[in-house]
């Protein structure tokens, strides 16, 4: 895999990457071509395929994984790469953790983690519900361990809604664990199943964009649907314990003005809101500190979400 932040003015290129872009467009001889953006997890780059009828070009999409033959070359200032060959590339050709930001942590681990965090949780219908939406739907399963927590804010990578997932309910239970009062059940079932609506609230990638649903609904109303029609095909799940559980999802941006549609009127939906709302800051500041590797102690620069400039602690 030759990546493309490596790439300097001269190289010659074999590899795969994915077709972020593609536009077509006619030379000033009248001739077409195409003008193609490609990417990897390190960059975009730019490429023209100048001869758009040649037998060594197969026929691609915005979305293809492609193995490209070309030349770098510095035009205008910035590196692009003139395409020779190009051929859609087979699926056991590629990893996608290639191409996207994917999770630091091992998706068998945060699977056996999640099953972990469900049999702990001692109230029979709580226990049920989870079971039922994280491990009795394969479907489900697999889109919320492949999917994005975020479209750009924070654990925004494939197996990020997972991480986040579990990071808030390890934090919540910890929380909860200081006050004997606290519904502790209650507290990791809500955390576990505070942002399941993004696994539809944001298409996969390559795409990464907002759907029709999460446009007009949001994750958090397409979490509490979910769970509220898991739970009406539960029997005997009891009217109050449902009604803390949704209470908690809805509640859980902590504040009307985050997109919550209720405040937290619930000490256990309290501890999931300051969960969640710590898990997201602090990876917000591990992401920007990640990407500020020029000088250690040097700032990141203001974020508007956090509305403050960080830097990394000094050792």
């Known amino acids: 895999m030759v990546y493309i932040s490596s790439m300097q003015d001269g190289d010659k290129v074999k ?26 997890k390190t960059g975009t780059l730019d490429g023209k395929i100048w001869d758009t009828n040649s037998q060594s070009i197969e026929d691609f999409q915005i979305g293809s994984f492609v193995e490209i033959t070309g030349d770098v070359i510095l035009y205008n200032g ?16 590629y990893n996608a953790s290639d191409y996207f930001v994917v999770s630091k942590r091992n998706i068998d681990d945060m699977k056996n983690e999640l099953d972990a965090i469900i049999n702990s949780v001692k109230n029979e219908k709580y226990n049920l519900l989870l079971k039922k939406i994280f491990i009795d739907d394969t479907e489900f399963r697999k ?21 986040h997932t579990l990071s ?40 990464n964009e907002y759907s029709d649903e999460g446009q007009l609904l949001g994750h958090i109303m397409i979490s509490y649907e979910i769970v509220s029609n898991v739970i009406s095909k539960i029997d005997g799940f009891d009217e109050k314990k449902r ?36 898990d997201s ?3 917000i500041m591990f992401e920007g500190i990640e990407n500020n ?23």
């Open 15 to 40: 590899s795969i990457y994915l077709v972020k872009n593609k536009t077509q467009g006619t030379s000033k001889f009248g001739s077409e071509y195409f003008n193609i953006s490609i990417q990897d």
């Open 243 to 278: 009604i803390e559980v949704l209470h908690c999802i809805l509640s859980h941006h902590g504040q009307l003005e985050f997109g919550s549609p209720k405040l937290p009127s619930l000490v256990e939906a309290i501890i999931v809101a300051a969960a969640d709302n710590i």
């Open 281 to 283: 800051k602090l990876e």
């Open 78 to 93: 910035n590196l692009q790469i003139k395409i020779e060959r190009l051929r859609v590339a087979k699926e056991n050709e």
């Open 293 to 315: 590797k020029k000088d250690k102690n040097s700032y990141v620069g203001f974020n508007k979400y956090l509305n403050t400039n960080f830097r990394e602690t000094s050792k």
């Open 143 to 163: 889109k919320f361990f492949g999917h994005q927590g975020a479209k750009n804010v924070h654990h925004s990578f494939i197996g990020g809604l997972a991480e």
């Open 168 to 207: 808030v309910a390890r934090v919540a239970e910890k929380i909860a664990s200081n006050y004997p009062c606290v519904n502790v059940d209650l507290v990791k079932t809500a955390a576990l199943c505070h942002d399941i609506g993004k696994v539809y609230e944001l298409t996969d990638y390559p795409n």
